[in-house]
Nanobody, 126 residues
Framework: QVQLVESGGGLVQAGGSLRLSCAAS?????????MGWFRQAPGKEREFVGA????????AYADSVKGRFTVSRDNAKNTVYLQMNSLKPEDTAVYYC??????????????????WGQGTQVTVSS
C-alpha cells in the first residue's frame, strides 16, 4: 500500500504564492514512482496540474499553470512539492497528490495514477 499526505494549502490573495508538499509512505512505495498533482474545482472534473519522473529528468504541466507552477521532489524524503506563484482566483480548488509506478505520457499529460492523497484546499481571493 501507498499513503500520500498533502500539506500547505490555505487562503492567499491573487498574485501570491503557496507551496504544497506531499509525503509518501507505505510498504510498496518506491522512489522510482512518478509523482504529481491534480486539482478539482467546485462543479468541475479533476484535472492534471503537473508531474515529475522519479529522477526529476522529466516534468509536465497543464497549459493553465505553465510558467507559474513548479513540481519538484526530494527522494530522500519521499516528498513531492508544488510551488505555486502568481496565483489566480481560477486556481482555487482542492489539490490532490498522486503517485504511480507508471509515468505520465510526457507529451500529452495523460496519466491515470493508482495512488491519491486526501486533498488540500487552496483558495485564491481576488
Amino acid at each position: 500500500q501507498v499513503q500520500l499526505v498533502e500539506s500547505g494549502g490555505g487562503l492567499v490573495q491573487a498574485g501570491g504564492s503557496l507551496r504544497l508538499s506531499c509525503a509518501a509512505s507505505g510498504r510498496t512505495f518506491s522512489s522510482y514512482y512518478a509523482m504529481g498533482w491534480f486539482r478539482q474545482a467546485p462543479g468541475k472534473e479533476r484535472e492534471f496540474v503537473g508531474a515529475i519522473s522519479w529522477s526529476s529528468t522529466n516534468t509536465a504541466y497543464a497549459d493553465s499553470v505553465k510558467g507559474r507552477f513548479t513540481v519538484s521532489r526530494d527522494n530522500a524524503k519521499n516528498t513531492v512539492y508544488l510551488q505555486m506563484n502568481s496565483l489566480k482566483p481560477e486556481d482555487t480548488a482542492v489539490y490532490y497528490c498522486a503517485a504511480d509506478r507508471t509515468s505520465p505520457n510526457w507529451r500529452t499529460n495523460i496519466w491515470s495514477p493508482d495512488y491519491w492523497g486526501q486533498g488540500t484546499q487552496v483558495t485564491v481571493s481576488s
